[in-house]
């Protein structure tokens, strides 16, 4: 099955300072990688997607891309503030989501 | 938005008795539901793929005895911890993707937080 790799496991920025988390995937047919972010007792919510045919993909303060061949991904997010600091899922799948460890971001203000 | 509902959001049982969790897409059709777990702030498990008029594909490790899956519609799945123990105790989070494509994103309900005493 897959096996995601997420780093850092936490991150801690200053406002305004830029945060980038990466992960690697194992599975080559793995072709859709979603991106969660999780506040405390509540359920994930994805934030950005990026599918295999696509190399990068920017939603305003949030960017994601995508090395096929290297199998790895990552997540930037810019001009932090502090409603930013969550937990942060990587995902890969080519059917069943497989979810990275996390990664706690804290934005200082 | 497509629209998970999860119920209960909370529960509490005793040792031994068994729970069931509802899981409904409110505003699209899901053939496919999956049922994860997360213990305290670790990552979300994968335990088992809900197809709807057919067995449930459980991960390995996980005992198709103890968490029990029906997928009786196209808009509903439940898992039911059957006999449970303090160990059980966890928070339980369904998903389901909109029969759209496996493209489309999961959605998750507010999942359910079990406690077992």
């Known amino acids: 099955g897959e096996n995601v790799e997420q780093h850092p496991s936490t991150l801690s920025v200053q406002e305004g300072d830029s945060a980038v988390i990466k992960c690697t995937y194992s599975d080559s047919a793995s072709n859709y990688f979603p991106w969660y972010k999780q506040e405390l007792g509540k359920r994930p919510q994805l934030i950005i997607d990026?599918?295999?045919?696509?190399g990068e993909k920017k939603d305003q303060r949030i960017a994601v891309t995508l090395n096929k061949t290297a199998k790895h991904f990552s997540l930037h997010i810019t001009e932090t503030q502090p409603e930013d600091s969550a937990v942060y899922f990587c995902?890969?799948?080519?059917?069943?989501?497989?979810f990275g460890a996390g990664t706690t971001v804290t934005v200082r203000a | 938005g497509a629209v998970v509902s999860q119920h209960p959001s909370r529960v509490i049982c005793k040792s031994g008795t068994s729970v069931k969790i509802e899981c409904r897409s409110l505003d699209f059709q899901a053939t496919t539901m999956f049922w994860y777990r997360q213990f305290p702030k670790q990552s979300l498990m994968l335990m088992a793929t809900s197809n709807e008029g057919s067995k449930a594909t459980y991960e390995q490790g996980v005992e198709k005895d103890k968490f029990l899956i029906n997928h009786a519609s196209l808009t509903l799945s439940t898992l039911t911890v059957t006999s449970a123990h303090p160990e059980d105790s966890s928070f339980y989070i369904c998903?389901?993707?909109?029969?759209?494509?496996?493209?489309?994103?999961?959605?998750f309900g507010n999942g359910t937080r079990l406690t077992v005493t």
């Open positions: 990026i599918r295999s045919n696509v």
């Open positions: 998903s389901a993707r909109d029969d759209g494509g496996r493209f489309s994103p999961l959605h």
């Open positions: 995902a890969a799948t080519d059917y069943k989501l497989s």
